[in-house]
């Protein structure tokens, strides 16, 4: 079955600054790679996704990027804020309609 | 849209009694709802994938004798925590597919969670 790795762990930055969080996958049949963003509590709330079909989607402040070939895909967070300090996690399913798989997560903390 | 819903909201049970959580799709139809699992500062780990009509798919090491999961119509999955412990104390959530606008790209929607406390 699928397997989803993180790293790292935990990521501090200061406000302003960019943030990287990095994740591989194990099976070549995913094609789909959300990222969640989770408040303590609370349910996770997707942030973006990437479908297996491009490499680069950007949402404003926001962007994920897919490696198919090497199984990984990374999301970038420029000019943090404060407000995003949270837990991210990635997480990965093929289009047959399987759960999706999660990383381990990573726990944001933006200092200002 | 894609609105799903759980119930309750948290609870706080005795030990040795069971506790039925329902997820429920508030405006679409889902053949396909998910179980997770999420203990304090951990992932989510999912617990089995239900299906509308048939038996539920759990994954290894999920007792499904111990987590009884219903998936009756399209819009409803419950999961039944038989003779529940300590150690079953944790954050669950639902999640579901969209089986008509999106489900060909798997987006899923998640409910709220539903924190249970085994006394």
């Known amino acids: 079955g699928e397997n989803v790795e993180q790293h790292p762990s935990t990521l501090s930055v200061q406000e302003g600054d960019s943030a990287v969080i990095k994740c591989t996958y194990s099976?070549?049949?995913?094609?789909?790679f959300p990222w969640y963003k989770q408040e303590l509590g609370k349910r996770p709330q997707l942030i973006i996704d990437?479908?297996?079909?491009?490499g680069e989607k950007k949402d404003q402040r926001i962007a994920v990027t897919l490696n198919k070939t090497a199984k990984h895909f990374s999301l970038h967070i420029t000019e943090t804020q404060p407000e995003d300090s949270a837990v991210y996690f990635c997480?990965?399913?093929?289009?047959?309609?399987?759960?999706?798989?999660f990383g381990k997560g990573t726990t944001l903390s933006v200092s200002s | 849209g894609a609105v799903v819903s759980q119930h309750p909201s948290w609870v706080i049970c005795k030990s040795g009694t069971s506790v039925k959580i329902e997820c429920r799709s508030l405006?679409?139809?889902?053949?396909?709802m998910f179980w997770y699992r999420q203990f304090p500062k951990q992932s989510l780990m999912l617990m089995a994938t239900?299906?509308?009509?048939?038996?539920?798919?759990?994954e290894q090491g999920v007792e499904k004798d111990k987590f009884l999961i219903n998936h009756a119509s399209l819009t409803l999955s419950t999961l039944t925590v038989t003779s529940a412990h300590p150690e079953d104390s944790s954050f669950y959530i639902c999640?579901?597919?969209?089986?008509?606008?999106?489900?060909?790209?798997?987006?899923?929607?998640f409910g709220p969670g539903t924190r249970l406390t085994v006394l």
């Open positions: 405006d679409f139809q889902a053949t396909t």
């Open positions: 239900s299906n509308e009509g048939s038996k539920a798919t759990y």
């Open positions: 099976d070549s049949a995913s094609n789909y």
């Open positions: 997480a990965a399913s093929n289009q047959a309609g399987t759960a999706l798989i």
């Open positions: 999640s579901a597919r969209d089986l008509n606008g999106l489900a060909v790209y798997n987006e899923q929607f």
């Open positions: 990437i479908r297996s079909n491009v």
